[in-house]
């Protein structure tokens, strides 16, 4: 079985560019990408692509070729759609491709366009990842799912409003040197507390803005890095998915997120590390709750405790498992086909040092990444770790 | 898409009817576990012999959100509550009515019905006070 390397990885500025094509997104992204990884266009054997709500969007389905097309490849693509976990699982089957030795070259990416919907807009499409009969129709949004959610953890654990706005302000902290960033702006407890409310207890700024974005990876076997010589020194060493059933009130746990935790266990002996080892995490807080769910799946925080670990200090810049150096989804910006992806191209450069907030983590060489479909239906996780170039 | 009128969903339309008619149901499987139809199989065990079985006439509020910024098809119902409401082996989301928006709580006992959204007048899962 091969090894699988990052040989290269692109991102356009996340933000509000309503007026860019998702076309036009990727082209940049993955053409950023071959040029970091500085391989030629025409060993690229496939793409692989997530993309969730290009049809409501752009009106346009079939993806696949389209982006391959735009940035230049002349091979097969194919388009991966699991909701706000679309690009990491594309990912993971690259992950997949490369260690079977059917491919020793791949783009892997995703891209969304967003903003051109309008907040109503871009609400109703997010909505699709929901269950439509049983949620969507009861007027169920997705900061609605992720209240719901977040209610039931305050009562079956504790934690506040005030723990939660710890986590935006880390987050908006950690997204200031980032020029990617959406939001390049400080935040305080008290502008997180008194926001506008969406949906009770999670207000405008317990969650991310909506988002126009590409982002790309270039995968590519050991074998291919040692021949052609690439300064390809991160590896993704583990891959996992997890999946639940699709509507909040069937599951067990209205206040936990199961599928991330056997995506975890999954990524972890898969890369015969455990959470202990992990130094960097990238984690999906599409909410302030969501980093704090996902925090007790991967097994970086007990249950019960990830609601504290931001205003414990914990999991800030200056803590001992900073998360989300990024930004995240809340300040990075979450175009949601590309967020998958974008985890991977962030923690590579964390990794090998070429991150504006490497500095954070000088000596770090494992790192995970967690993405996260609808509630949480769907959840991969990745762990990357720095090797030999 | 919502229930636009040449749209027939089955399974899930009899079952709104139903509750609308005060005889709602859930699927029960010989394991104890209850869903919610159209189904083939349960989701939590995989067995294949389920059969409708009648919802308890009330239910307790698990967990609940008042949501301020709506889908398009919400946005004249805004504020409203939306909760988790479980009915002994099965549980079921809609929205709470007939009380303030701020005094829905946790625990709260209350009792199904369909009603019609503000905004669209489509069928609406609702829960009023018991």
């Given at each position: 079985?091969?090894?699988?390397?990052?040989?290269?990885?692109?991102?356009?500025?996340?933000?509000?560019?309503?007026?860019?094509?998702?076309?036009?997104?990727?082209?940049?992204?993955?053409?950023?990408?071959?040029?970091?990884?500085?391989?030629?266009?025409?060993?690229?054997?496939?793409?692989?692509?997530?993309?969730?709500?290009?049809?409501?969007?752009?009106?346009?389905?079939?993806?696949?070729?389209?982006?391959?097309?735009?940035?230049?490849?002349?091979?097969?693509?194919?388009?991966?759609?699991?909701?706000?976990?679309?690009?990491?699982?594309?990912?993971?089957?690259?992950?997949?491709?490369?260690?079977?030795?059917?491919?020793?070259?791949?783009?892997?990416?995703?891209?969304?366009?967003?903003?051109?919907?309008?907040?109503?807009?871009?609400?109703?499409?997010?909505?699709?990842?929901?269950?439509?009969?049983?949620?969507?129709?009861?007027?169920?949004?997705?900061?609605?799912?992720?209240?719901?959610?977040?209610?039931?953890?305050?009562?079956?654990?504790?934690?506040?409003?005030?723990?939660?706005?710890?986590?935006?302000?880390?987050?908006?902290?950690?997204?200031?040197?980032?020029?990617?960033?959406?939001?390049?702006?400080?935040?305080?407890?008290?502008?997180?507390?008194?926001?506008?409310?969406?949906?009770?207890?999670?207000?405008?700024?317990?969650?991310?803005?909506?988002?126009?974005?590409?982002?790309?990876?270039?995968?590519?076997?050991?074998?291919?890095?040692?021949?052609?010589?690439?300064?390809?020194?991160?590896?993704?060493t583990g891959t996992g998915?997890?999946?639940?059933?699709?509507?909040?009130?069937?599951?067990?746990?209205?206040?936990?997120?199961?599928?991330?935790d056997e995506a975890a266990e999954e990524a972890y002996a898969d890369a015969g590390v455990t959470p202990g080892d992990v130094?960097?995490?990238?984690?999906?807080?599409?909410?302030?709750?969501?980093?704090?769910?996902?925090?007790?799946?991967l097994g970086?925080?007990?249950?019960?405790?990830?609601?504290?670990?931001?205003?414990?200090?914990?999991?800030?810049?200056?803590?001992?498992?900073?998360?989300?150096?990024?930004?995240?989804?809340?300040?990075?910006?979450?175009?949601?086909?590309?967020?998958?992806?974008?985890?991977?191209?962030?923690?590579?450069?964390?990794?090998?040092?070429?991150?504006?907030?490497?500095?954070?983590?000088?000596?770090?060489?494992c790192?995970l990444?967690?993405?996260?479909?609808?509630?949480?239906?769907?959840?991969?996780v990745h762990i990357?770790?720095?090797?030999?170039? | 898409?919502?229930?636009?009128?040449?749209?027939?969903?089955?399974?899930?339309?009899?079952?709104?009817?139903?509750?609308?008619?005060?005889?709602?149901?859930?699927?029960?499987?010989?394991?104890?576990?209850?869903?919610?139809?159209?189904?083939?199989?349960?989701?939590?065990?995989?067995?294949?012999?389920?059969?409708?079985?009648?919802?308890?006439?009330?239910?307790?509020?698990?967990?609940?959100?008042?949501?301020?910024?709506?889908?398009?098809?919400?946005?004249?119902?805004?504020?409203?509550?939306?909760?988790?409401?479980?009915?002994?082996?099965?549980?079921?989301?809609?929205?709470?009515?007939?009380?303030?928006?701020?005094?829905?709580?946790?625990?709260?006992?209350?009792?199904?019905?369909?009603?019609?959204?503000?905004?669209?007048?489509?069928?609406?899962?609702?829960?009023?006070?018991?």
């Amino acid at each position: 079985m091969s090894g699988v390397r990052v040989a290269g990885v692109g991102l356009t500025a996340f933000g509000a560019s309503p007026e860019r094509t998702g076309r036009d997104l990727f082209a940049e992204a993955g053409c950023d990408a071959l040029a970091d990884a500085d391989v030629d266009r025409d060993d690229v054997e496939a793409l692989l692509y997530g993309n969730f709500m290009g049809e409501l969007a752009e009106h346009q389905g079939h993806q696949g070729p389209l982006m391959a097309e735009a940035v230049g490849l002349d091979a097969p693509a194919t388009r991966f759609e699991a909701a706000c976990a679309s690009s990491g699982v594309a990912v993971r089957e690259g992950v997949k491709r490369v260690r079977n030795g059917e491919s020793d070259v791949l783009l892997v990416g995703g891209t969304e366009r967003m903003t051109n919907l309008g907040t109503a807009g871009a609400t109703e499409a997010l909505a699709i990842a929901a269950d439509d009969l049983w949620e969507v129709r009861a007027g169920m949004t997705f900061p609605g799912a992720y209240a719901l959610m977040a209610q039931a953890y305050f009562a079956e654990y504790g934690g506040s409003r005030e723990d939660l706005a710890e986590i935006a302000v880390k987050n908006h902290d950690n997204a200031l040197n980032n020029e990617k960033a959406q939001y390049q702006r400080a935040i305080d407890v008290d502008t997180v507390l008194d926001a506008p409310m969406v949906s009770e207890p999670l207000g405008l700024y317990d969650s991310c803005p909506i988002s126009d974005g590409a982002a790309a990876v270039v995968l590519v076997s050991d074998e291919f890095a040692a021949e052609h010589d690439l300064d390809a020194s991160v590896a993704i060493t583990g891959t996992g998915q997890g999946g639940d059933l699709m509507a909040l009130h069937d599951r067990e746990y209205l206040a936990r997120s199961p599928a991330a935790d056997e995506a975890a266990e999954e990524a972890y002996a898969d890369a015969g590390v455990t959470p202990g080892d992990v130094e960097v995490a990238e984690v999906h807080d599409c909410f302030t709750i969501a980093e704090v769910l996902a925090l007790e799946s991967l097994g970086l925080c007990e249950v019960g405790e990830g609601v504290r670990a931001a205003a414990e200090g914990v999991t800030t810049r200056d803590g001992e498992m900073p998360v989300n150096l990024s930004g995240g989804l809340k300040a990075k910006g979450h175009p949601v086909g590309a967020t998958g992806a974008s985890q991977i191209c962030e923690l590579t450069m964390l990794l090998r040092g070429d991150h504006p907030n490497s500095d954070a983590v000088p000596d770090a060489e494992c790192g995970l990444a967690h993405n996260a479909g609808g509630t949480v239906a769907s959840a991969v996780v990745h762990i990357l770790e720095e090797v030999e170039a | 898409m919502s229930d636009d009128e040449e749209v027939v969903d089955a399974g899930y339309d009899e079952w709104l009817d139903a509750v609308r008619d005060g005889e709602g149901y859930f699927l029960s499987c010989e394991n104890g576990h209850g869903s919610l139809p159209p189904r083939r199989v349960c989701p939590h065990c995989g067995s294949l012999e389920i059969e409708e079985t009648p919802l308890p006439a009330s239910g307790e509020v698990e967990t609940f959100t008042v949501t301020h910024v709506a889908t398009p098809n919400f946005t004249a119902d805004t504020p409203y509550a939306v909760a988790i409401v479980r009915f002994d082996d099965v549980a079921v989301t809609g929205q709470v009515r007939g009380v303030d928006v701020e005094d829905v709580e946790v625990g709260m006992t209350v009792e199904i019905d369909v009603d019609a959204t503000e905004t669209t007048g489509d069928d609406l899962v609702v829960f009023h006070a018991a």
